[in-house]
């Protein structure tokens, strides 16, 4: 039977734990509802301007020859070299959160890497960075910090090198990756191509009710600008989404791990009543048998 003063400290230990996990909850919960609201004005933009620069694409698609049509619109099923951008948090104690972006980023690699393509590395967040330095795996790219407090600005510099190289043709293909909010309780992952730009398709009933105006000596400044923009704010958009979906996934970590705390504290609580019945039987028994010797 353990020693009930060791057991009173296990349980003094783990009612400090408890008081820990469940104030890390209440921050993370303040936390992502602020982030939340950020996260789903973000989105509105974005899609916004994705319908944008779709519709733009296929007014000047309409116009021109496949041959003058920017590369960033033109679809590439046979990569040579591929960028993969992938944000991770910085911190832990967010359960599985992390590792579903970095397997998901493993997965891809094995992937495109069978393929014969060329796979470069982007990452934001420490947690990522870690994982894939540990490895052994070189990155392209990586930044710490940004991923728990983004700025448009920031993610824009971060970005902008992807943007550039695949311009100028060194890749061929940029991919984001992460693991975005999708409410409370879970998270999605989430892989999207952001060069080549995927259109929304554009119907000729919104184009003929639309109220954009494109002079065509502008078009490509235009279009170059726009996709900028759209690069950018995408970058800026997954970091935001992910940040939400960490506090989300750290609540609900935390939460499982105070709950787990209680059922430890009770089961401590009945061994510590049991070590103190025994103690007190013993007790009672030596008594009786000192009082019976010395009849």
Do not use: W
């Not at 899609?47 to 496949?66: C, F, Y």
């Not at 639309?210 to 997954?238: C, G, Q």
């Not at 939400?244 to 609900?252: I, N, Y």
């Amino acid at each position: 039977m353990a020693n009930l003063k060791d057991i009173s400290r296990q349980i003094k230990s783990v009612k400090n734990t408890q008081k820990t996990t469940k104030a890390m909850k209440l921050v993370s919960s303040a936390k992502l509802r602020r982030t939340q609201q950020l996260s789903e004005q973000a989105k509105s933009y974005a899609l916004k301007i994705n319908d944008i620069l779709s519709e733009i694409a296929t007014r000047i698609a309409n116009v021109q020859d496949e041959a003058n049509i920017s590369r960033a619109f033109v679809p590439n099923e046979n990569p040579k070299t591929i960028d993969i951008v992938f944000v991770t948090a910085d911190k832990g104690l967010c359960g599985g959160f992390n590792m579903t972006t970095i397997k998901a980023v493993r997965n891809m690699i094995e992937e495109y890497s069978s393929k014969g393509t060329t796979v470069r590395l982007r990452a934001a967040g420490r947690k990522g960075i870690d994982y894939f330095n540990f490895q052994g795996r070189e990155l392209t790219d990586s930044i710490v910090g940004l991923t728990s407090a983004p700025t448009y600005e920031k993610a824009s510099d971060f970005i902008a090198d992807a943007f550039e190289e695949f311009n100028t043709g060194a890749t061929d293909k940029v991919i984001m990756v992460y693991n975005g909010f999708l409410n409370m309780l879970t998270q999605e992952l989430k892989t999207k191509t952001i060069l080549p730009v995927e259109l929304n398709s554009v119907s000729v009933e919104q184009q003929s009710s639309s109220m954009l105006d494109v002079e065509p000596d502008d078009d490509e400044e235009i279009l170059n600008e726009l996709t900028a923009k759209y690069v950018d704010f995408n970058m800026y958009y997954s970091l935001i989404d992910s940040l939400a979906a960490e506090h989300s996934a750290r609540m609900q970590a935390m939460e499982n791990a105070t709950n787990n705390a209680k059922e430890r504290v009770n089961d401590l609580t009945v061994e510590f009543n049991k070590a103190r019945q025994a103690a007190i039987t013993t007790e009672l028994i030596e008594i009786i048998s000192g009082v019976e010797s010395m009849k």
